[in-house]
Nanobody, 124 residues
Framework: QVQPVEFGGGLVQAGGSLKLSCVASGHTFSSSAMGWFRRAPGKEREFVAG????????DYADFVKGRFTISRDNAKNTVFLQMNSLKPEDTAVYYC?????????????????WGQGTQVTVSS
């Protein structure tokens, strides 16, 4: 499958907002769970947020609950990550991933196609 492509990263001040978007394969997007992961410098890749195929279920890492919102538009083969109240600790490369089924957990093994990532930098 063609890998997803992320857009929307950039440099923002602490407390600011960014909205990431990810365009994925149209052949299976509407029947696939989607997720966002991130990797900070010198750290392991970690789960950020996930969404089921229809958008009816969402899941968030504790460190982003109440600040980030994941959503999707199946007509546009696109998943979004709205990030509010950003902190310097959120600085990382953010990756979009397409799940292998209708639902997915928080494990990278639930996702079979990964984007190249988009850099998010939050300054103090």
């Amino acid at each position: 499958q063609v890998q997803p492509v992320e857009f929307g990263g950039g440099l923002v001040q602490a407390g600011g907002s960014l909205k990431l978007s990810c365009v994925a394969s149209g052949h299976t997007f509407s029947s696939s769970a989607m997720g966002w992961f991130r990797r900070a410098p010198g750290k392991e890749r970690e789960f950020v947020a996930g969404i089921s195929w229809s958008g009816s279920r969402t899941d968030y890492a504790d460190f982003v609950k109440g600040r980030f919102t994941i959503s999707r538009d199946n007509a546009k083969n696109t998943v979004f990550l709205q990030m509010n109240s950003l902190k310097p600790e959120d600085t990382a490369v953010y990756y979009c991933a397409q799940g292998t089924g209708y639902f997915a957990g928080t494990s990278p093994t639930d996702f079979g196609s990964w984007g190249q990532g988009t850099q998010v930098t939050v300054s103090s």
